[in-house]
């Protein structure tokens, strides 16, 4: 089976958006979420709203900063659910269009990323391999490239040459979006990797 493609994958991501909402209970929606500006689950719906919109309408200024995130969960402070989820897809046909046009579009790992985050909040199974591996390939492609070590992520394999490493390709997509400890991620590649390589790996830096 071919990998999705960046809108593939963006709007199989609002799908799962859309489908989990409809099992939240209130407890869930006010339960935090890590790795975020210690937003709740709600409040990750309005940041993806938000970032769906200002897309669309071309209100960039400041992004992807945290004042950019944190005015979509302010803005949105107060409405439903279900308003936020109709907001997340009725943007997505004028996103897919600007996703068509972009090489490696930050607005998919945003969503699919921030899902991923929710699902472990809330101790769900780990999002399906579709969402997250053309994120995955395209990261580890660039990240590995130029060191001495040989990766072998489940069916992918990344690297410039060395000694092989077999890692969950799951982990390292969350490795990778900084969704992991610094420990956590040492306990993955050992000395494989200097401690500044594997700092380097992680997009927002060490955990």
Same mark, same amino acid.
């Given at each position: 089976?071919?990998?999705?493609?960046?809108?593939? =994958?963006? +709007?199989? @991501?609002?799908? @799962?958006?859309?489908?989990?909402?409809?099992?939240?209970?209130?407890?869930?929606?006010?339960?935090? /979420? %890590?790795?975020?500006?210690?937003? =709740?689950?709600?409040? +990750?719906?309005?940041?993806?709203?938000?970032?769906?919109?200002?897309?669309?309408?071309? $209100?960039?200024?400041?992004?992807?900063?945290?004042?950019?995130?944190?005015?979509? /969960? $302010? #803005?949105? *402070?107060?409405?439903?659910?279900?308003?936020? /989820? =109709?907001?997340?897809?009725?943007?997505?046909?004028?996103?897919?269009?600007?996703?068509?046009?972009?090489?490696?579009?930050?607005?998919?790992? #945003?969503?699919? +990323?921030?899902?991923? #985050? +929710?699902? !472990?909040?809330?101790?769900?199974?780990?999002? @399906? &391999? %579709?969402?997250?591996?053309?994120?995955?390939?395209?990261?580890?492609?660039?990240?590995?490239? !130029?060191?001495?070590?040989?990766? *072998?992520?489940?069916?992918?394999?990344?690297?410039?040459?060395? %000694?092989?490493?077999?890692?969950?390709?799951? !982990?390292?997509?969350?490795?990778?979006?900084?969704? *992991?400890?610094?420990? &956590?991620?040492?306990?993955?590649?050992? #000395?494989?990797?200097?401690?500044?390589?594997?700092?380097?790996? &992680?997009?927002?830096?060490?955990?």
């Amino acid at each position: 089976m071919s990998t999705p493609t960046w809108t593939e =994958t963006f +709007v199989a @991501a609002g799908e @799962a958006l859309e489908a989990l909402a409809g099992s939240l209970t209130q407890e869930q929606l006010g339960t935090g /979420v %890590p790795a975020t500006p210690l937003w =709740t689950t709600l409040e +990750v719906y309005a940041h993806l709203a938000g970032v769906g919109t200002s897309v669309v309408t071309g $209100a960039m200024a400041g992004a992807p900063g945290p004042e950019w995130t944190a005015a979509h /969960v $302010a #803005d949105r *402070r107060g409405r439903a659910l279900r308003e936020l /989820v =109709t907001e997340i897809r009725d943007c997505e046909p004028a996103v897919v269009e600007i996703i068509a046009q972009a090489h490696r579009p930050a607005i998919v790992w #945003d969503r699919v +990323v921030h899902l991923a #985050d +929710v699902a !472990e909040a809330l101790g769900l199974e780990p999002l @399906a &391999q %579709p969402l997250w591996e053309r994120i995955l390939t395209s990261f580890a492609e660039r990240a590995f490239r !130029e060191l001495a070590l040989t990766v *072998r992520a489940g069916e992918w394999t990344f690297g410039g040459g060395g %000694p092989l490493l077999e890692v969950d390709p799951y !982990e390292l997509f969350r490795i990778h979006f900084s969704r *992991r400890s610094r420990a &956590q991620v040492r306990a993955v590649f050992g #000395d494989a990797l200097t401690a500044a390589e594997q700092d380097a790996l &992680q997009i927002f830096g060490p955990q």
